[in-house]
């Protein structure tokens, strides 16, 4: 029997979450908002010609495990990252460290978790937890979307460590090897906002970025057109669910990210990010006002004037909001 | 600077989780809320995807039924799957996958190709060939 005195947070989003708390463990207090900004999680791509779901694959972040690999070595922290081919063999190993008392980041599929709902079920497998103790069958486990700490047998955790599907896990485990006692924040901020402000309006690519948002925007005039009401209704569904209901932390990690420049604005003393960062909480509120539109327009409760061309001209509007202040941003010294 | 603050901006309202959200104040303050206003079941989006999908299922049964489609077609929807997802499954191309949604394709298969689907769905491969 072994139980770390590992203190469980939630947070708006998984692998944010996980990384603070990790870090938390070894008494450095990073706060959520800063570990996402820092590893410059804020991102947009729009793959009409890549089905997940059987609708097109839109996504408000970078890719899984970015944040954290990006995050801890701006911080300095040195990590240690394995995957597996040999499922039993994965889990000793995963014994040894525990005992060792290393808390273990494990990435997951979510569609066989025993404590997630049935009707929350979906073929994704890159949620992360955290394990920080186990007795003889049962390990103890810390998920970040949950409100209280809960408990997950051998049979089960071998289960989804090893699902399979899109980007399966293979077992991928983490942990880390060696923290600083005090890390000097300011590089690691500018250097994420830096990478953030490239990956938003540097990218020659019309599909990912604000060029991204402008694409989908135009797209979604043509929808019910091109595909008709029923397909129309279930794309703009799915764009929702990615951006509110995956742990997003709401309106599609806009709100953490102005809540990051809020932050950062107080660790670097310049008073413009602030002004920023209010900027950045109008924008949020913008996509949420979309959101919400978009759910009743969803549910066919819309009024007329809330059809898609009214929709596409706020995510229109969030793409020009978004980009005078990543233009802003690149400035940054 | 132009108020964008509808009254209704409270978080949208999932069915299970209380998930951290995070919201923008009037002050120009940012929180994060664990608990959540209570807002009426139709705003949720969650519902809505769930009944989506039975739909779909019960469409593909159906056109099994019907002899529009293989068993492997209503199977994949049953456990929400997509082509990409199943093809990974049973370690298949996701074009071969697609073929195997033909009945007369599905007929001719190997046992061992069976037994692949089978496993993937975990089922019997008796289930597979007959589905309710």
Redo the contacts between chains.
């Keep these: 029997m072994i139980k770390l005195e590992y203190e469980h947070r ?3 989003h998984c692998e944010n ?1 996980v990384t603070s708390n990790l870090l938390n463990y070894y008494h450095l207090k990073v706060s ?2 800063l570990i996402f900004g820092i590893g410059a999680g804020l991102f947009f791509s729009y793959l009409p010609f890549l ?4 609708a097109p694959v839109t996504s408000f972040r970078v890719w899984p495990g970015m944040i954290f690999n990006r995050s801890t070595r701006m911080l300095g922290v040195k990590t240690s990252i394995q995957t597996f081919s040999d499922p039993k063999e994965s889990m000793n190993i995963l014994d040894r460290i525990l005992d060792q008392g290393t808390p273990v980041g494990l990435q997951v599929g979510t ?1 066989h978790l025993p404590f997630f ?1 049935p ?5 994704y497998n890159m949620h992360n937890m955290v394990v920080y103790g186990r007795d003889n069958d049962t390990y103890l486990i810390s998920d ?4 209280k700490p809960v408990e997950i047998s051998y049979k089960d955790l071998m289960r989804v460590r090893f699902a ?3 980007f ?1 896990p293979k077992g991928r485990m983490y942990y880390l090897t060696s923290v600083p006692e005090e890390v000097n924040l300011k590089p690691a901020i500018i250097k994420g906002i830096e990478k953030t402000a490239y990956n938003m309006t540097g990218i020659p690519f019309p599909l990912v970025g604000v060029k991204g948002i402008r694409f989908m925007s135009r797209q979604m005039r043509k929808w019910q057109k091109k595909y008709g009401d029923e397909k129309a209704s ?1 794309y703009l ?1 799915q764009v ?2 990615m951006e ?2 995956i ?1 997003t ?2 309106a599609g990690f806009r ?2 990210y ?2 990051f420049l ?1 932050e950062a604005a107080d660790v670097l003393n310049q008073d413009w990010l ?1 002004e920023i ?3 950045m ?2 924008t ?3 996509w ?2 979309f ?2 539109l978009g ?1 009743r327009n ?2 066919k ?1 819309g009024k007329p004037e809330e059809s898609y061309d009214f929709l596409a001209g706020i995510v229109y509007d969030c793409a020009a909001k978004e980009e005078a202040i990543f233009k802003k941003l690149r400035k940054i010294k | ?2 108020e ?3 009254k ?2 409270k ?2 309202k ?11 104040e009037k002050d ?3 929180t ?1 809320h ?1 608990g959540f206003d209570y807002i009426p079941e ?2 949720a ?2 519902d ?3 009944k ?1 999908i039975d739909e779909r299922i019960e469409e593909a049964r159906q056109k099994v039924l019907t002899g529009k489609m293989s068993p492997v077609y209503y199977y994949m929807e049953k456990t ?3 082509p ?2 199943l093809s ?2 049973v370690g298949l191309s996701m074009f071969t996958v697609k073929r195997h949604f033909k009945p007369a394709k599905f007929a001719k298969l190997k046992p061992e190709i069976f037994q692949k689907y089978a496993n ?1 769905f975990e089922i019997s491969v008796e289930e597979l060939k007959n589905p309710k």
């Design positions: 939630q947070a708006g979450g959520e908002p089905k997940m779901q059987h569609f709902p009707e929350y079920r979906m073929h970040t979307v949950l409100e399979k599907g899109p399966a279930y569904g929702l669910r509110e209901e742990g932390g709401g709100y953490i102005g809540a809020n602030k960062s209010i900027e909480g109008v949020a509120n913008r949420r006002e959101s919400y759910s969803c549910k409760r | 600077m132009e964008t603050h509808p209704e901006m978080p949208l999932f069915k299970w989780f209380n998930v951290g959200q995070y919201t923008f120009g303050r940012f994060n664990i139709e705003e989006l969650t809505d995807a769930q989506i929400w799957m997509d990409i997802t990974k499954f993937a």
